[in-house]
């Protein structure tokens, strides 16, 4: 009996090795063919040649006196006026405003010209709000407030920023000075709104 059984179990192991076997060989893709010596070929070779260019006739010119001539008009109005040239743009001046630190005295604005000059803003009078706004005036060497600048408001958003940049618009005073001699400077100056 174990014979039989060993004998079916090596049939069995075969016929599955066989099947197995086929399988792939069926599956297995048939093999290409090799490539065989290519012949390369110009074809610049094959083409025609192309035609040539046309050639264009090239008139001779002369830049003598006589052939300009000819082609000159008389006419009986007189050239027009030679103008001088346009000289270029000036370049505006550059100026360097000392900072606040390094000048000996102040500028000295007036005061009741800025007072009239400063409106409330109608929102904080409305609201009933009092506030301050630091500016930074540029001032130059003949005392003109060139520049203002808003550095802080407080409260911000009721306008006292803008009014008190627009009380120092076109205001003229007295330069600063430095050791006696006017300069331009960079000024912190408070501005305070109160309600009377």
């Known amino acids: 009996m174990r014979l039989i059984l060993f004998a079916a179990v090596a049939a069995l192991h075969i016929t599955l090795i066989m099947v197995v076997v086929f399988h792939t060989k069926s599956n297995a893709k048939p ?5 065989g010596v290519m012949k390369l070929v110009d074809v610049q070779e094959e083409l025609p040649p192309p035609p040539p260019p046309e050639k264009t006739p090239v008139m001779p010119q002369s830049n003598t006196q006589e052939s300009i001539a000819e082609t000159m008009l008389e006419t ?19 100026i360097e405003y000392l900072p606040q630190n390094k000048i000996s005295h102040l500028p000295e604005l007036p005061e009741a010209q800025i007072i009239r000059s400063t409106v409330y803003p109608p929102i904080a009078q409305r609201a009933n709000v009092e506030g301050i706004v630091f500016l930074e005036l540029f001032i130059d060497r003949q005392g003109n407030v060139r520049q203002v600048n808003v550095l802080k408001e407080d409260p911000p958003g009721y306008g006292f920023g803008e009014a008190a940049a627009n009380a120092f618009k076109g205001i003229k005073g007295k330069p600063a000075d430095a050791n006696g001699v006017p300069v331009a400077v960079r000024y912190r100056r408070p501005v305070r709104f109160t309600l009377k």
Not at 31 to 35: L, M, Q, V, Y
Not at 76 to 89: I, L, R, Y
């Open 76 to 94: 009986e109005e007189p050239p027009p006026p030679v103008t001088a040239p346009v000289q270029a743009a000036a370049v505006p001046e550059v």
């Open 31 to 35: 093999e290409e063919p090799s490539a």
